[in-house]
């Protein structure tokens, strides 16, 4: 079993444990997934089962995930390193710090908890979810890891394409 999907199983297991959905509709939707090339929260979202709501419940209640105010923390650049600008932007997943094993990552939508499973077989450690707005999280992407248009190449934010070449001038050196 990877790092990563020791989180998925965590919250699925809690949702049935709450009585939120069967394991019948837990096989189901695993099932779906694996046939459709879509996650689990993709799965559980479209048939209703569960919402963003019900899974932050669970997040905070039962496994204790806590809140982070992105305008007042700084990731470590070391955290920032290990996931590529292109999988954080995609996974909605901002790395925080990484100690002894263990990437504590920023997310602001709780259905992509099982995105952290991505993360978690990227870098090879252990992943912590912690709860962020969505807006500051889309701020933070962009401040550190530069706009999506600017990743076509992971350049760090330089230009895609080369400028244009300046038009010779009559001017002669002199």
């Not at 990563?4 to 919250?11: D, F, L, Q, Y």
């Not at 709501?53 to 920032?80: K, N, Q, T």
């Not at 710090?97 to 602001?108: D, N, Y």
């Not at 807006?135 to 706009?147: C, K, M, N, W």
Request: charged share 25%.
């Amino acid at each position: 079993m990877s790092p990563g999907s020791a989180i998925s199983s965590r919250v699925l297991q809690h949702l049935v444990d709450r009585g939120l959905i069967t394991t019948e509709q837990l096989a189901s939707v695993v099932d779906s997934a694996a046939t459709s090339g879509v996650t689990i929260g993709v799965v559980l979202s479209e048939r209703g089962l569960v919402d963003a709501d019900d899974i932050a419940e669970v997040l905070e209640d039962e496994m204790g995930v806590p809140h982070v105010d992105l305008a007042s923390y700084a990731p470590e650049d070391r955290a920032l390193a290990l996931v590529p600008g292109y999988l954080a932007r995609e996974c909605r997943a901002l790395p925080l710090f990484e100690i002894e094993g263990m990437l504590t990552v920023a997310v602001s939508d709780s259905m992509d908890v099982f995105a952290l499973d991505r993360v978690a077989a990227q870098v090879g450690l252990e992943v912590e979810p912690v709860m962020a707005d969505a807006a500051a999280l889309s701020v933070a992407l962009e401040d550190y890891y530069g706009r999506e248009s600017d990743a076509a190449g992971e350049g760090g934010g330089w230009p895609s394409v080369a400028p244009e070449p300046e038009e010779p001038s009559d001017e002669t050196p002199t």
